[in-house]
């Protein structure tokens, strides 16, 4: 079934009033017909199972027929903070980091990023990526749209992730298979979690000192070199492996 999200309000009296861009999806692009079955999700637990009714003018009405406790999500908030990539890939990283449970996207603006964004394009950027995040949710059946942000500094990056309990970097030149498993089997169920991502030409050395002054943990996802679009979902991977189907702690 399809996943559409709606705001708490649009849900009354039994039926649930899909608007904006996802009325002409439901009806020119998957042309859905009465009765046909959809899930509903407003951002919390309530996942509902609804049925197609009528398409008044600007609206899609779905009936609720059951409404279930949809456990989806990871015990764990992630957000990703990511080194600007070239090119398009910052558009698969935000679709699979969604797909994988992270709750936010942070582009970063790093000193190896080839990409330099002023503010009329990365207000641009910034809005297509939340549709992947949007498109990505949907798909992946998650109760949650994540956000993903503007992009910001280095300094402002740092700043954002003291917020998270667990901040985590891979780095090429972090040695230790065995520390690095003591750090990601050490995170309990309910522990929020940031985790950097350095651009194509890595993490400057200058920054890793920042942020390991910032108590950013340095950690080795093994002897071969990840490309950025990798080492971040190589990471959230592992969480999901350690996080999914635990209680929370906190």
Known sequence: MYRFFVEESQIYDGTVHITGSDVNHIKNVLRMWPGEKILVSTGGEKEYHCAVSDFPEGEVLAAVEEVTAADRELPSGIVLFQGLPKGDKMELIIQKAVELGATEIVPVEMKRCVVKLDRKKAEKKAERWQTIALGAAKQSKRMQIPTVHM?????????????????????????????????????????????????????????????????????TLGKRILRTETAGMTVLSILVYLLEGRERTR
């Open 151 to 219: 992009p910001v500094t280095f300094q402002q990056a740092l700043a954002m992730m003291a917020e998270s309990d667990v901040r985590l970097m891979p780095y090429e030149n972090a040695e230790g298979m065995e520390g690095t498993r003591k750090i990601l089997e050490s995170i309990e169920p309910g522990e929020s979690i940031a985790v950097l991502i350095g651009p194509e030409g890595g993490i400057d050395e200058a920054e890793v000192e920042m942020a390991m002054k910032a108590k950013v943990e340095p950690i």
